[in-house]
């Protein structure tokens, strides 16, 4: 053979096997990080919004209500259409979230917490915040809590570092025997005497708490949605380096309406738009931060809101867009709550139409973080993350729906399967206190179909039924109730007539 051919095919021999040989270590280097565990846990904000409805965000329908910061997170994001708070209210909405566990399991099904309530969230609760404390996370509550304003049921008391909001809803008051902070805040002419008195009768004068002390008082809640959010921002901004879980849970678009100075009239919706649209520009203050920081790509940002709106407010309440029901009902209304998933780079965008609920943040925090919740109590959780990483099928088909407001509270009122709904107890959907009929035969909405729940088709399938009932036994069986924790008041407080 020719000297300079061998010499060329020696060349092209050892170029191939050099190409071969990159192309190996490509692959290997590539499924070694694939492998591999995250070398930083992401860090996880879950904005939950108070008595927002379905219909009340610009990508979920509404036609004059301006959000365009939540329109581009659910563009490039995640929009989920099924999304279900555990609860129709406040309190057991919230205990679901944070334990991954329905309501009768903590006690917390009998309805929500006042100023006059002894306990809260059991002290034995497992929660997430506690779970990802185990991993490193630096964990924080911003805005209402609303599971126990006494020592030993505070944030703090639950997994939580740092707490700065206001103990329960915003149309509650005083408890006197609250710690005092010596630097606290009076407003509207109120003295210290005043404020520790007992004949104070004033509702909407919340007290705004930072950890376990009251700072002030009343809270001038025209600024508290913007406060909550500067707040959030100094957590991002100190916490950049080292993963954090921010539980920023505003207390609006909780009755009574407020908003800062720049929103208020600013929505075509009257007031209630107003507050929608300040919540909206909290949620871009959020994100704007997390790109300032350079830790968009490495957090995961939800949005969503605790139940349904208030319809008995009427233009001072929310839209349940085409559901059916309010706060305080079983209808999809009542339950079926507006919900984003944002996470730059590792979600994948898109309208989501599978079933998740608050119930499994629990186990997807932990899965997403690496967190280990081989012994976690929260067994009504699902993991939601191979939905959002690679939108698979969810592991979740069933959802038990309670009344925590409605009797009987201790039963199963209705029960979804797939895109099947049974009714086995219904009220009327717009009223928050009524009430109920236990349905001789069980109604059956086809949810696909039929998601304003007008056409019962019970009696075309009966195996259906059969099959949802044989369930919602099963679930029943499952349950051991938990001592009621909203049973024991203050003796020091004086309980309104109505709730005796």
Not at 7 to 27: G, H
Not at 285 to 302: C, F, G, M, P, R
Request: aromatic letters at 10%; a neutral charge; hydrophobic letters at 35%.
């Amino acid at each position: 053979m020719n000297p300079a051919r061998q010499r060329c095919l020696t060349r092209r021999k050892v170029n191939l096997y050099s190409l071969l040989t990159s192309v190996a270590l490509c692959l290997s280097l590539n499924l070694a990080l694939q492998a591999s565990p995250q070398s930083a846990p992401p860090n996880i904000i879950l904005i939950f919004a108070d008595d927002l409805g379905y219909g009340d965000l610009g990508c979920f329908g509404h036609p004059t209500i301006q959000t365009p910061n939540l329109d581009q997170m659910a563009t490039e994001g995640q929009k989920w259409t099924q999304f279900y708070s555990a609860s129709n209210v406040c309190s057991p909405s919230r205990a679901a979230l944070l334990t991954g566990l329905y309501p009768k399991r903590i006690g917390i099904n009998q309805g929500v917490f006042f100023e006059w309530s002894a306990e809260g969230l059991p002290p034995e609760s497992q929660t997430i915040a506690e779970t990802l404390q185990t991993n490193g996370y630096n964990t924080f509550c911003v805005g209402k809590w609303h599971l126990g304003h006494c020592d030993g049921y505070l944030p703090q008391d639950h997994g939580f570092d740092h707490y700065y909001g206001i103990p329960y809803s915003n149309d509650m008051r005083l408890d006197p025997d609250m710690r005092i902070a010596e630097s606290v805040k009076l407003r509207e002419g109120v003295t210290l005497g005043q404020m520790q008195s007992r004949g104070n009768k004033v509702t909407n004068w919340v007290p705004l708490m930072e950890n376990k002390q009251v700072i002030e008082y009343p809270c001038d809640q025209t600024t508290l949605t913007k406060r909550l959010t500067e707040k959030s921002l100094q957590i991002i901004e100190s916490h950049k380096e080292q993963p954090f879980f921010l539980f920023l849970s505003h207390p609006m678009p909780h009755v009574p309406l407020f908003t800062s100075k720049d929103f208020a009239g600013k929505s075509k919706r009257g007031p209630y738009g107003d507050v929608i649209e300040e919540l909206d520009a909290s949620v871009g203050e959020v994100l704007k931060a997390l790109k300032e920081h350079s830790i968009d790509q490495n957090t995961l940002v939800i949005f969503t809101s605790d139940n349904g709106p208030w319809l008995k407010y009427k233009e001072e309440g929310g839209s349940t867009g085409i559901l059916k029901g309010s706060k305080g009902t079983t209808w999809e209304g009542g339950h079926r709550a507006p919900t984003i998933f944002w996470w730059p780079s590792k979600i994948q965008p898109g309208t989501i139409s599978e079933i998740g609920t608050t119930l499994d943040f629990f186990k997807t925090f932990s899965a997403i973080s690496g967190t280990s919740s081989s012994a976690s109590r929260a067994i009504d959780s699902k993991d939601l993350s191979p939905v959002l990483l690679r939108q698979e099928k969810s592991p979740r088909n069933t959802f038990f729906y309670y009344s925590s407001i409605k009797q009987p509270k201790d039963a199963v009122h209705a029960v979804r399967y797939e895109n099947w709904k049974a009714h086995f107890i219904t009220s009327d959907p717009e009223k928050f206190i009524g009430p109920t009929v236990t349905q001789k035969q069980p109604l059956l909405f086809n949810l696909d179909y039929d998601p304003e729940e007008n056409h019962d088709v019970a009696e075309d399938h009966p195996e259906i039924i059969a099959l949802i009932e044989q369930m919602k036994r099963a679930h029943e069986k499952s349950i051991q109730p938990h001592r009621n924790m909203l049973s024991k008041r203050l003796l020091n407080q004086e309980v309104p007539d109505w709730v005796k």
